[in-house]
């Protein structure tokens, strides 16, 4: 899989810089960058095989840092409810 560089951005936000990486980036608007630049009109889209395996989505900070993480959002795109997340 091919990691790609997520844009820096303004503000205290720790993915500004860092590399995100996924199981799957099927669509070129729709790759694993997109699911941290903190815009909801963008997505990462993760397409698995029906295996039931699911799918991940990584995120290295900037500069090889390490930092807790205390919190954080996800939000759900608008196109399709079956691929939700779910608990």
């Avoid at 295996?51 to 840092?65: D, E, K, P």
Wanted: glycine fraction near 12%.
């Amino acid at each position: 899989l091919e990691a790609r560089e997520v844009p820096a951005l303004l503000g205290p936000d720790l993915t500004a810089g860092g590399i995100a990486a996924a199981s799957s980036q099927p669509i070129g608007t729709m790759q694993a960058p997109k699911g941290f630049d903190d815009d909801t009109a963008t997505k990462w889209l993760a397409n698995t095989d029906g295996s039931g395996g699911g799918a991940w989505l990584r995120y290295q900070f900037a500069g090889g840092a390490a930092h807790a993480v205390n919190r954080y959002t996800l939000t759900s795109a608008n196109n399709d409810y079956r691929r939700d997340p779910r608990d």
